[in-house]
């Protein structure tokens, strides 16, 4: 922020949104987006569905289930094809999500004057991506040292905006960049 507002941006304080509480999609995408992944598949590969993946887990549970599947399960519990009951609750609470998310942001951006939500890291993905909207992540430097491990791991910021504010974001993601010290630049990793 202090490199932004040396570079001549104005910089306001705001608290960011809360997280979205309309339902979920992502458990109806998950399974009709890998559903459609795995389908396109050689008849050759061994799994072309949610369902292949569930039984291989399953059969192979000391290799493959490190963590549980509940959510593979939940998601292949759901009925995606067109006109199912599961089909029109997603529909419905997909377009609830984008149109919550969405006020969230441009009730930001309109009540504070603007052009683009500046948060550490990715706060607001959740939120920018179930609105459709834009959001450009910009390296930032490195945090402090840790002293246990003697290590400073990169650390971003991030830009969201409304609808259809790509360029305005590149020139504030390229603005920040220019506004850096050569020191806070990416290294190599060693």
Known sequence: VAAL???????VAITAPAAITTP??????????????????????PVHS???VIAY????????????QDAAIASQA???????????????????????ARSAIDGLLTSNNLDAIMTPSATLTAIASRAGYPQ???P???????PASQTRNPVSVSFVGTAFSEARLLDDGYA????????QQRRVPS
Not at 86 to 99: F, K, P, R, S, W
Not at 176 to 183: E, H, K, V, Y
């Open 5 to 11: 507002q040396a570079a001549g941006a104005v910089a």
């Open 24 to 45: 979920s999609v992502a458990p109806y995408e998950f399974k009709r987006d890998v559903n459609a992944y795995l389908g396109a598949l050689p008849g050759s590969d």
């Open 50 to 52: 949610l369902s292949d």
């Open 57 to 68: 887990n399953n059969a192979n549970a000391e290799e493959a289930l490190k963590y549980p």
């Open 78 to 100: 759901l009925d995606t094809s067109a006109g199912s009951s599961d089909t029109a609750t997603y529909a419905t609470n997909l377009a609830a999500g984008a149109t919550a």
């Open 136 to 138: 450009l992540i910009v």
């Open 140 to 146: 930032a430097g490195y945090n402090d040292l840790n």
């Open 176 to 183: 920040l960049q220019q506004a850096l010290p050569a020191t």
